[in-house]
């Protein structure tokens, strides 16, 4: 039996909070490092489209997708946009991307891999809420995929094909069914894909911060701090400097989202990891309540009850980090929202919304970063879940501790190896 180690776990996002609570479980002593609250509003964890879809493992570059950008581009309303004084910076990351989804046998090779880390979302974050005495926030019965007809799903022909060669099921529904399941939904959709094994969480914020009070209750000490670099000797980790002082350790988690890839350098590893920036609405007291997640296809956009009334997330804007946001896209989620539900539209001048932009941490190839850095074994990098690290978040946490304590981890984590990059 190995002696417990001190780990430094950097970020509370849902990443660090299930690595914490992971690593606590399995004996460890743990150091949270992070400046502002867990799962605060400066988390992408914190305002995401609260989805757990086992759906969720087409990754955002798939073939033929250099033929679809231009139009994503040139549509002021559309789910895509490029901050064009970005574009030199960008383009190493772009021209990775669009390699990634260059041919079919890359992309299911990535979906099967992303369904290791999403498949059992649901159940795996019930199991966690339950474990943290807050069974209310994740609930599971069902994500809708709504499309305007059969001609527009045939259209992802190829992504619900990847969905089924790796065992997800769905039901298709008519335009009756789907207006039965769901009343608010507009006339204009009428076909939908009906994930039953589908789950969404009401409070994604307040479900890491829930992650990290159980993992305060089980032993782990929380500091507020900003992690800055690491003290190495020998290729032995000594120590996590901070803002606020050092933190002697045997071990450090980076999971500090998109702002790991500076984190990622110090520990040896140059990281292609960029913003896709996103933004939510929420509307706190809307005229519909929707009975579950909704997904309208064309507006690529999640639309959810939460803890804060009904949220439309989404968008993807590639900027830097530090560019102002630009509320225009938000607005773009906003007015889709109305279209997509009548009755909102009609009570239009009374709604009371609220606006949310954050980053997801993106790697070129759709697939997050956790695997040991080069400068020394004792720092795991844990970041990079673009689209899906509410889903992939716990079953990280999980990855992270087998790669801690050496234990068999629950599958082969080599896919998520830095040395991709290197
Ligand atoms: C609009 C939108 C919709 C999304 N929808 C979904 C969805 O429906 N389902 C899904 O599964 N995923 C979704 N995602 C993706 C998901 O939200 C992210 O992949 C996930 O939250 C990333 O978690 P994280 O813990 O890596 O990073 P974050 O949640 O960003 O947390 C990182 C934390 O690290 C801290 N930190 C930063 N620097 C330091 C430092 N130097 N030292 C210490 N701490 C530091 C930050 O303060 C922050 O709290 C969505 C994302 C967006 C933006």
């Known amino acids: 039996m190995l002696e417990p180690k001190h780990i430094a776990v950097i970020g509370g996002g849902i990443v660090g909070a299930s690595s914490a609570l992971a690593l606590a479980r399995s004996g460890q002593r743990v150091t949270l490092i992070e400046p502002d609250q867990p799962g605060g509003t400066q988390a992408a964890s914190y305002g995401n489209g609260a989805f757990l ?9 798939m073939p033929g997708i250099w033929k679809k950008v231009p139009g994503y581009l040139l549509d002021p309303q559309g789910p895509l946009t490029i901050r064009w004084r970005y574009l030199a910076r960008l383009a190493p990351w772009l021209v990775r991307f669009l390699y990634a989804g260059y041919s079919l046998e890359k992309v299911q090779r990535t979906a099967a891999v992303l369904w290791s880390l999403v498949g059992d979302s649901p159940s795996r974050h019930a199991a966690l809420a339950e474990s943290c005495g807050h069974p209310e926030m994740i609930h599971r019965d069902g994500l809708i995929y709504a499309y305007t007809d059969r001609a527009a799903f045939e259209e992802d022909a190829l992504a619900w094909r990847l969905r089924r060669e790796n065992g997800l099921v769905w039901h298709e529904l008519s335009a009756d069914e789907l207006h039965e399941l769901e009343p608010a939904l507009g006339a204009s959709y009428s076909f939908a894909a009906f994930v039953e094994a589908g789950g969404h969480c009401v409070d994604p914020g307040g479900f890491v911060a829930a992650i990290v009070a159980q993992a305060e209750r089980e032993g782990i000490t929380v500091r507020k701090a900003n992690a800055k670099d690491f003290a190495f000797a020998n290729g032995r980790l000594k120590a996590v400097l901070t803002d606020a002082g050092t933190i002697a350790c045997d071990g450090a988690v980076i999971a500090a989202g998109v702002h790991s890839r500076s984190l990622a350098a110090r520990a040896g590893d140059d990281i292609p990891l960029e913003s896709e920036r996103g933004y939510h609405v929420e509307l706190a007291n809307p005229s519909v309540t929707l009975r579950r997640p909704v997904m309208p296809v064309d507006g690529r956009m999640a639309n959810i009850m939460t803890a804060g009334g009904l949220r439309a997330s989404g968008q993807v804007e590639l900027a830097s980090i530090e560019a102002a946001p ?24 009374d709604l009371r919304i609220s606006r949310w932009y954050g980053h997801r941490p993106s790697t070129p190839d759709g697939l997050p970063v956790i695997s040991r850095a080069s400068a020394s074994e004792d720092v795991i990098h844990a970041f990079g879940h673009g689209h899906i690290g509410l889903s992939a978040g716990p079953m990280t946490g999980e990855l992270v501790a087998s790669l801690v304590t050496r234990k068999t981890p629950p599958f082969d984590p080599a896919p998520f190896s830095a040395a991709r990059f290197r």
Request: no cysteine; proline share 9%.
């Open 53 to 61: 879809s086992p759906a969720s493992i087409i990754p955002m570059s």
């Open 326 to 349: 630009d509320w225009k896209r938000a607005d773009i989620l906003r007015d889709h929202l109305l279209r997509t539900y009548p009755a909102l539209a009609a009570s239009r001048a």
